[in-house]
């Protein structure tokens, strides 16, 4: 039998989602078995995200340039994406700038580069390399369908192992009740 393509995708979020991913301890062996892991920032060095991937947990918010164009692309070759975690659910803590309203790019900038710089205050400028900022984060769900939504900030391993399990089965599985989908 194929082994399932799965990948983890980080966004704009703490990567404290991946970090209780590997709190998965001796399941990780077991998933190991059972999945090709084809694109993640935990373990590999994988640029491309690949074609055809089955499985994707998608840790984070959409806060950038870069963010953007990797969900439209990861939507694009993903037959089952999740929205792993608050940040991604919800858009959480940075969507904290939303509340400055609709144009919040350049006020973060200014206050993060030039007002509280201890010297040589200037904007990054580098094309290509440090992604523009959206105007406003976004729940991933906004850009993208979306087909599990796993909240928790953290999920906890058992949420994660709960979701997994089915979907390694072929299953869909059951986010109902306080243990799977209560948020913080
Ligand atoms: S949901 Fe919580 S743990 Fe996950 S990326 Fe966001 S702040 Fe970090």
Redesign the pocket.
Known sequence: MDKIKFATVWL?????????FLDLDEFLIDLAGLVDVVFSPVGTDLKEYPEGVDVCLV???IANEENLELALEIRRKTKTLIS??????TA???AMRNMMGNKTAEPVLERGYIELADENPHFPNAPGIVPELLDRVLPVHEVIPIDIFM?????SADRIRATLEPLLQGKTPEMVGREMIKFG
Do not use: K, L
Not at 12 to 20: K, P, V
Not at 151 to 155: H, K
């Open positions: 704009a979020g703490c990567s404290g989602c991946h970090m209780s840790e984070g918010a792993f975690g608050d940040c991604a659910v959480n803590v940075p909240p928790g900030c953290p999920p």
